[in-house]
């Protein structure tokens, strides 16, 4: 008979085996609910990742279709943006000639060459429209005109001016006001505003004649939202940004000149920049064509007006109505050239000489006049010495200096020119 004792320890191996079922089916069921746990709660992440992922779709389509939408409007409203300085960038002669219809013509000829051009060089939609404004002193340019022979009137130029407001209602020819700045200042202000609107599809910008414009064009190089018209020969310091934007010639509108010969002044060229433009010396000597403009066939005894004199026979005057000086511009080559000869300021300038006369002929030179470029040079040399009458002089012949004309002049005993000749104010507002 076997021994009890390994029957107890065979049904102790038994009872172990029988445990550790039981632990392992507990075991099982145990991590079996986990399992159910985690995919309840991953199913109910799921469900709400679904309705996120359901959410942003539905708002993803409705904000496609905004966009479309917005798009559609956008297009609507696209246009380009056709910029002129009416005071630098003269218009043909048979168009100003030719009255209202002229204008119209003028107006529908630069807006369908402008839409022709950009079309040319980028898609456009559809609908895009043309904006056109053209910025000028107009009374200026009516006195230009008038003087000219081109209007017979100076109110016939404000036919022309109608009827180019009236061609289409997106062309504008607007009176900017008496000075120079008055257009140079809203044509930049539109300049950067159609530039940077996202409505605007293309700048045509028509001042090319005015190297004033190269710091606001300068900032642009190479935008390919941009470009220049040509009519008159491109200014110098404009001429070197043309090649970073397109170019559109417009000869069918614009003059291929700054200038249109005066009837009214022994045929000189007359500067369609109007004589109260706002000019300081460094403005001016930066920007040749805001200078009074100086004949090229004078006769060999120079007329007041051909030495130089502004076309309004008048003195320029700033705000507090003190008389100016008006800038010239002439070389360092001329002004040595003058120096070293002794001529006779006065003959050269103004065409007469007090101190000539039969019993005591004037000691300083009276022979064949100096070129235009001298004449400028001579009459700056004769700035340096002040007028004894100072800012209040008002004889129109007087060739003399009314402020110092030194650069950054310290008033040091060196200089001839009082305490109040210095500092002054040169901002002309006006001519009388």
Same mark, same amino acid.
């Given at each position: 008979m076997d021994n009890p004792a390994l029957f107890e320890a065979r049904w102790?191996?038994?009872?172990?085996?029988?445990?550790?079922?039981?632990?392992?089916?507990?075991?099982?069921?145990?991590?079996?609910?986990?399992?159910?746990?985690?995919?309840?709660?991953?199913?109910?992440?799921?469900?709400?990742?679904?309705?996120?992922?359901?959410?942003?779709?539905?708002?993803?389509?409705?904000?496609?279709?905004?966009?479309?939408?917005?798009?559609?409007?956008?297009?609507?409203?696209?246009?380009?943006?056709?910029?002129?300085? $009416?005071?630098?960038?003269?218009?043909?002669?048979?168009?100003?000639?030719?009255?209202?219809? &002229? &204008?119209?013509?003028?107006?529908?000829?630069?807006?369908?060459?402008?839409?022709?051009?950009?079309?040319?060089?980028?898609?456009?939609?559809?609908?895009?429209?043309?904006?056109?404004?053209?910025?000028?002193?107009?009374? &200026?340019?009516?006195?230009?005109?008038?003087?000219?022979?081109?209007?017979?009137?100076?109110?016939?130029? &404000?036919?022309?001016?109608?009827?180019?407001?009236?061609?289409?209602?997106y062309c504008d020819f607007v009176h900017a006001g008496d000075g120079k700045e008055c257009a140079d200042e809203k044509m930049r202000a539109i300049f950067r505003m159609s530039v940077d609107s996202c409505q605007c599809q293309h700048v045509i910008f028509g001042g090319s004649a005015d190297n004033g414009y190269a710091r606001l064009l300068g900032s642009y190089r190479g935008a390919d939202k941009i470009t220049l018209i040509e009519g008159p020969p491109f200014a110098k310091e404009i001429s070197e940004l043309a090649p970073s934007f397109s170019i559109l010639k417009c000869t069918e509108v614009f003059s291929a000149t700054t200038q249109i010969v005066s009837k009214v002044s022994t045929g000189r060229a007359l500067q369609t920049r109007p004589a109260t433009a706002s000019n300081s010396y460094a403005t001016a000597l930066s920007n040749p064509s805001m200078l009074p403009p100086v004949d090229t066939n004078q006769s060999q005894r120079p007329t007041g007006a051909q030495a130089g004199v502004p076309l309004t026979s008048g003195l320029a005057r700033n705000a507090a109505g003190q008389r100016i000086d008006v800038p010239l511009i002439y070389s360092g080559k001329a002004m040595k050239k003058v120096k070293a000869r002794k001529l006779c300021k006065k003959w050269h300038i103004i065409g007469s000489c007090s101190y000539d006369t039969?019993?005591?002929?004037?000691?300083?030179?009276?022979?064949?006049?100096?070129?235009?470029?001298?004449?400028?040079?001579?009459? $700056?040399?004769?700035?340096?010495?002040?007028?004894?009458?100072?800012?209040?002089?008002?004889?129109?012949?007087?060739?003399?200096?009314?402020?110092?004309?030194?650069?950054?002049?310290?008033? $040091?005993?060196?200089?001839?020119? $009082?305490?109040?000749?210095?500092?002054?104010?040169?901002?002309?507002?006006?001519?009388?």
């Open positions: 102790a191996k038994l009872q172990a085996a029988e445990d550790e079922k039981t632990n392992l089916v507990q075991d099982l069921i145990k991590h079996t609910r986990e399992l159910e746990t985690k995919l309840s709660d991953t199913q109910a992440k799921l469900e709400r990742e679904h309705d996120v992922a359901d959410m942003y779709h539905t708002r993803e389509k409705e904000q496609k279709g905004h966009l479309h939408k917005l798009t559609q409007a956008l297009a609507k409203m696209s246009y380009i943006s056709v910029l002129v300085d $009416g005071d630098c960038m003269l218009f043909n002669q048979d168009l100003v000639t030719a009255g209202e219809g &002229g &204008g119209r013509q003028a107006a529908r000829l630069l807006r369908s060459a402008a839409l022709a051009h950009v079309r040319s060089v980028r898609d456009l939609p559809a609908n895009t429209e043309a904006v056109v404004r053209v910025y000028a002193n107009i009374h &200026g340019l009516s006195k230009a005109y008038a003087d000219a022979g081109w209007i017979p009137t100076l109110a016939a130029f &404000g036919t022309f001016a109608n009827g180019f407001n009236k061609e289409d209602a039969d019993r005591k002929p004037c000691v300083y030179e009276h022979s064949a006049r100096v070129d235009e470029n001298q004449l400028a040079a001579l009459r $700056g040399l004769a700035r340096f010495s002040p007028c004894p009458k100072g800012l209040q002089c008002g004889d129109t012949s007087c060739i003399l200096g009314h402020q110092c004309p030194k650069t950054n002049c310290t008033n $040091g005993r060196d200089c001839n020119f $009082g305490k109040k000749l210095h500092g002054v104010d040169t901002k002309i507002v006006s001519w009388d």
